[in-house]
């Protein structure tokens, strides 16, 4: 009697695992609702990239304004003399977003295809050069505004300077989070 009972909860147990399966295979082959499919026309694709670069526009405008916004909150909680603006608009213009045209970008993707595995990187490392030439640009200005500002204007910067690190892609995430 004990072995048919340790039988009969073997079996069970089985279809038991084998009706969890179908039921999940079941589950996992029926079509998701609300989800669009994965392979759009060449049509859709160009109308969905065409909407996209109309609302870049708009993007570009948001963006620049908060950074006004920002440059202003800080400008006037670091109460600058006349001697320091000039410093000041110097570092304002280095911190000015590079224009799409002048990025050295890589261009286009048909041509990027049609390079060797060497070629690419070597390109990827001249636009790695000039990003680290714009960034020690930056710096030179940023060095030479700090050592315009007093020791509580330097609190002051530092502070409001510590809020924004991590660029607008890890702020986004921060506020996900």
């Known amino acids: 009697m004990n072995t048919l009972r340790k039988h009969l909860v073997i079996a069970f147990t089985a279809a038991g695992l084998f009706g969890a399966t179908v039921g999940a295979q079941a589950q996992s082959a029926a079509p998701v609702e609300g989800r669009q499919a994965s392979t759009l026309t060449a049509e859709q694709r160009l109308a969905k990239k065409a909407e996209w670069q109309a609302k870049a526009g708009e993007r570009h405008a948001k963006m620049a304004q908060k950074r006004a916004e920002h440059q202003a909150k ?55 050069k000039a990003r680290t030439a714009h960034m020690e640009s930056r710096l030179t200005a940023l060095n030479s505004f700090y050592a315009v500002l007093t020791p509580e204007q330097r609190k002051t910067f530092d502070a409001q300077a510590q809020h924004r690190k991590g660029g607008r892609h890890h702020q986004q995430h921060r506020a996900n989070a």
């Open 74 to 128: 800080l400008q006037a909680s670091l109460n600058l003399t006349a001697q320091q603006k000039p410093a000041w608009d110097a570092f304002v213009a280095s911190r000015a977003p590079v224009k799409h045209g002048e990025r050295a970008g890589r261009g286009d993707r048909a041509a990027w295809a049609s390079l060797s595995a060497p070629q690419r990187m070597e390109k990827q490392i001249a636009m790695q």
